[in-house]
């Protein structure tokens, strides 16, 4: 069983920064992608990026291109989320996702096919 958890939510101003963690446990963490996603009130769940296994590709959905960076550490099984000017329209729960996918463009993942969901870490940006 993987478990995931994430990290690092909080408030800040626009045009603040943040950086998310999502820790698993359980997992041979080089083998899963990793997705990020957000959920506002109200809204549907959207992807926000995702990075491949072996650190082979991220994609970022549009709002977020030019701002945020995924990255991973396979040796600490931890994944990243770097926000930078942030917006108050990024204020969601954020979460993170894993999917056992060795060398599959996460990019081609769809969100249903997640295996493994975080907790979810609330982000607020104030005007």
């Known amino acids: 069983e993987v478990q995931l958890q994430a990290s690092g939510g909080g408030r800040v101003q626009t045009g603040g920064s943040l950086r998310l963690s999502c820790a698993a446990y359980g997992a041979t963490f080089d083998d899963y992608g990793i997705g990020w996603f957000r959920q506002a009130p109200g809204k549907d769940r959207e992807k926000v990026s995702c990075i491949s296994s072996g650190n082979k590709g991220t994609y970022y959905a549009d709002s977020m291109r030019g701002r945020f960076t995924a990255s991973r550490d396979d040796a600490r099984e931890r994944a990243y989320l770097t926000m930078n000017d942030l917006k108050p329209e990024d204020t969601a729960v954020y979460y993170c996702?894993?999917?056992?996918?060795?060398?599959?463009?996460?990019?081609?993942?769809?969100?249903?096919?997640?295996?493994?969901w975080g907790q979810g870490t609330l982000v607020t940006v104030s005007s």
């Open positions: 996702a894993a999917v056992w996918l060795p060398g599959v463009d996460c990019s081609r993942i769809d969100s249903k096919d997640y295996d493994y």
